[in-house]
Every structure is written in C-alpha cells, then in structure tokens.
C-alpha cells in the first residue's frame, strides 16, 4: 500500500520524506488556503515546491467545474512538473475531462467519492486514482470503510487499473483497516501517518531496555 501525505505545509512534506516512506502527496483548495496559499501564481509555485520535496504523484486540483475549464487548468497544472497528477471532482464534466486527460496519458485523480457507483463511472473514464472519502462517511454515521472493501472488490472483479486512494483519513487505526480493506493508497495527514509508530509497551520496553544496558556498564 502506497503512502501519501494530504497536505500543502511544506514542512509536514518534508518531514514524511525525510522518514523515507513517502510515496506522493494529494492537497486540496481547503488544504492550500489553510496555509494561506492565494491566488493563481502562488498556487503554481507552491504545486512546484512541493514537486520538488516529494518524490511521486502530487495531485492539483482544478478549480473549473465546465469541461473546457478543467481541461484548461488540468493541461497548465499537468505542465508544471511530471508528477503531477491532475485532480478532478465527481460530477459530470469531470467524467469528460477524466476521458480527455486520459486518452492523453495525463494521470487523474477524481476526488469526493462517496458511492461505489461513482468510483465505477470515474474507472470507466479512465481515472488513474479514485479518492473515497472515508472520515467524511463516518461524520453522517456510514462506515467509510465499507466504502473502500467495496470499490476493492468491484475493481477486482473487472480488473480495473484504476487505483483506490484512500481519503479523509483521520487516523491510524483509518490506516490500518485499509490495509486490510485491500486499498492501494491512503493519503492521511502527517499525525495520522507517525501515529502509527506509536505503542506504550514500545516505550516502557525501550526504556528497559536501555536502563539494563546502563546497569550493566556502569
Ligand atoms: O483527502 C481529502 C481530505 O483532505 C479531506 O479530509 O478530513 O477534510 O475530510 P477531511
């Protein structure tokens, strides 16, 4: 399973690579406004930034919701450096520009996935990636999880390419259950990543560890 980070904070980005487990990295608007990137050319320049941290795919998302405007901005962000993978929402010009940047070899990513019926739409327009949001489900109480088992066993069945990336995950134990889901990526905040290292009897054991070391050469 691939690992990337959802973020735009260069320093979460850098962190993760630095760990060396890092795979590509998906953002967002809300995430790049939440660093406070603004304005055309500076989100430019920040998707360029962070190509230049992270080894892999990086998705941008579009902006435009017409077909010809997703294709205008999909083609100037697909420019931009050769791990971008162009992101595009799930409504129906988006399945045309999924078509389109696909029967160009241009990687997609089509996000706000929420039933397995789109997830099969976005694989029949070619996406690289489909993005099922799992904590967005677990807020109005469905079991994002059962989303992503699902979209597994479909893609399954047919031998779809398209690959299930797993979004909006909030946690570690998010982590872990798509791994056993059988999902091929999961994008997760930096917290949710590192808080997978973490184990109490790791510590306490570690501890001991190093205090009978000391005993024994003092
Ligand atoms: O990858 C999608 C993600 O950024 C959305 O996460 O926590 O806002 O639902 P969240």
């Known amino acids: 399973m691939k690992f990337f980070i959802d973020t735009a904070n260069l320093q979460h980005i850098r962190e993760a690579q630095d760990l060396g487990i890092l ?3 998906t953002t967002n608007p809300s995430l790049m406004a939440k660093e406070g990137i603004t304005g055309h050319d ?6 360029q930034a ?4 992270a080894d892999g795919d990086v998705s941008a998302e579009v902006i435009s919701t017409d077909f ?5 901005e999909g083609e100037a962000l697909a420019a931009l450096h050769e791990n971008i993978v ?7 010009d988006g399945i045309k520009a999924l078509k389109h940047f696909s ?10 996935i929420f ?17 099922p949001f799992i904590g967005r489900l677990d807020d109005i109480s469905f079991d994002g999880m059962d989303l992503i088992a699902q979209i597994v066993h479909i893609y399954q069945n047919y031998g779809i390419k398209t690959q299930v990336l797993a979004a909006s995950v909030r946690n570690n134990l998010h ?22 290292l973490k184990h109490p009897l790791t510590d306490i054991g570690l501890a001991q560890f190093l205090a009978d070391h000391a005993k024994g050469n003092s």
């Open 103 to 112: 029967s160009k070899g241009i990687k997609t990513n089509c996000t706000l």
């Open 42 to 47: 500076n989100i430019l320049k920040h998707y």
């Open 23 to 25: 795979d590509g990295v």
């Open 115 to 131: 039933n397995a019926g789109q997830a099969l739409m976005a694989a029949k327009a070619g996406a690289t990636y489909v993005s």
């Open 175 to 196: 982590i872990v259950k798509c791994a056993e889901a059988g999902a091929d990526v999961i994008t997760a905040p930096l917290s949710a990543i590192t808080g997978l």
């Open 50 to 53: 962070i190509c230049e941290i």
């Open 68 to 72: 010809e405007g997703m294709v205008r």
């Open 86 to 92: 162009v992101k595009i929402p799930m409504i129906k």
